[in-house]
């Protein structure tokens, strides 16, 4: 059996671990199954790369536009459910945050709003550098599993209905039994899912907010910021948050407490923007000055410092998936931004990219171990081909994971209203607005669900009824 995940991000390459997993156990000793990333970007390790502008900064800041994520505790118990080394790898690479502290621009604290599962065992949320995150999941993905191409627009068949991957330097194509689509907002694989993989019937939504963000020294933040906590303030001109990002050396968390933050914290803020910038060709010192407007007058002496003496190198658009009719067709599945791609509000994108990753793999195993099993154990039709296991499984992977994004999209949607623009307000009127439009109950039960000790093949058959 041959299995194609298009994209080689954070969604890809957990998926590839994932299936390692859970896989063997579904196929006979004599079924060889081999699993391929396709990535059209280098996907080299860590140690090969000469440079790495997550792990050594350039100068007093660097800003690398999605350079720091919240992986909530949801996130983390997916990682945990993986393998405890990947866990405590990316969960010691970041910091821990115990609570989100809400002010506005006058400095005033609105709400703290919890941002740990309260279960056992406990998990905080980690603020950890993208690039970092990726390479926790990269160093256990072999370099031979990962081929550097480019895939032409839509996935065609074989005479069989096996998916077809083409790619665009002319290199030989790759039929497969699956096609998992990890390629992001602006999917080509979502083309032959919810289209005829010529036009894209579901084009990805610039949503009108761009984001400017980067890293900074800790030495930014006070002297007495508290453990575990993470600031947003939120004025009639947008947003702006910033917390740690390291904690000092040897100081081992686990997700389970707080440590002593290190030596870099991470920043980031949104602006409006009626018309899509062009993210090579912009001027930069006209959005640092657009910066240092928007948060002009704002009472926290991080944030005036930080764009005082910060130099935007990069911008980064923000696009959402819409609602598609389905995440799946013959052969074919998406998982991640591909299929769901949502605000940065959300506190969700790289967690629900995890979540898909591990529901999709263990639906996978339970059905083509059914298929190859010679007996079925239980009532029902064994699949009779490795194609039919195949959408069976994506089918149930559709069912379950759709109606959870729904609910966390349409709140994130909420949370990044109040990024916008306001214009003025009085004080209290605004203060009042923040805690209605907060929806923190919503918020805690995102982040305290945890469906892994259900998934834990082969006890998840019940699942499957």
């Known amino acids: 059996m041959r299995i194609v995940i298009v994209g080689g991000g954070i969604s890809g390459l957990a998926c590839y671990l994932f299936l390692r997993k859970h896989l063997p156990s579904a196929y006979p000793p004599d079924v060889e199954v081999e699993i391929t990333i396709i990535e059209s970007h280098a996907a080299t390790k860590r140690r090969q790369r000469t440079t790495n502008a997550t792990d050594e900064a350039a100068g007093p800041v660097t800003n690398t536009i999605g350079a720091a994520i919240g992986l909530a505790p949801n996130g983390l118990s997916v990682l945990r459910n993986l ?124 949503d009108g907010l761009v984001g400017v963000g980067g890293f900074i020294p800790s030495s930014y933040l006070s002297e007495k910021e508290p453990r575990g906590r993470m600031t947003v303030t939120f004025g009639s001109h947008g947003f702006f948050g910033y917390g740690p990002s390291t904690v000092a050396p040897q100081s081992n968390h686990f997700a389970e407490g707080t440590a002593p933050m290190g030596d870099e914290a991470v920043w980031w803020s949104t ?3 009626k018309n899509l910038p062009d993210t090579r060709k912009f001027d930069k010192e006209d959005i640092r000055q657009q910066l240092k407007e928007r948060h002009a007058g704002w009472n926290d002496p991080v944030v005036r410092k930080t764009v005082d003496e910060t130099v935007v190198d990069s911008i980064y658009p923000t696009w959402l998936t819409p609602d598609l009719p389905t995440w799946h067709a013959r052969g074919i599945v998406l998982i991640g931004d591909a299929a769901h791609a949502m605000q940065p509000s959300s506190g969700q994108g790289a967690s629900q990219g995890l979540e898909d990753a591990q529901v999709l793999s263990i639906f996978l195993a339970h059905w083509l171990e059914r298929h190859f099993s010679q007996s079925a154990t239980r009532t029902g039709r064994l699949p009779d081909t490795v194609g039919e296991a195949v959408d069976q499984a994506s089918k149930k992977y559709f069912e379950m994971r759709q109606p959870r994004v729904k609910k966390i999209t349409d709140r994130a949607k909420q949370m990044g209203d109040m990024k916008r623009k306001k214009g003025k307000l009085p004080v209290d009127t605004y203060t009042k607005r923040i805690y209605n439009d907060l929806p923190v109950d919503e918020a805690k039960k995102i982040i305290e669900y945890d469906k892994a000790p259900l998934l834990v093949h082969p006890s998840c058959k019940k699942l499957f009824e």
Not at 84 to 105: C, D, M, R, T, W
Not at 171 to 181: Q, R
């Open 83 to 206: 393998d405890e080394v990947i866990f405590a790898q990316v969960a010691n690479s970041g910091y821990p945050v115990s609570h989100f502290e809400l002010k506005n621009a006058y400095g005033w604290s609105l709400a703290r709003i919890g941002a740990t599962n309260h279960q056992d065992p406990e998990l905080h949320t980690v603020l950890i550098g993208r690039q970092r995150l990726w390479d926790c999941l990269r160093d256990h993905v072999p370099d031979d599993a990962i081929f550097d191409r480019k895939v032409v627009s839509g996935i065609s068949y074989a005479k069989d209905q096996r998916p077809i991957v083409e790619f665009a330097d002319g290199s030989p194509s790759i039929e497969a039994d699956l096609v998992i689509g990890a390629d992001g907002a602006k999917s080509v694989v979502k083309r032959s899912v919810t289209g005829d993989g010529k036009v894209d019937n579901h084009p990805a939504i610039f």
């Open 271 to 273: 602006y409006e923007s």
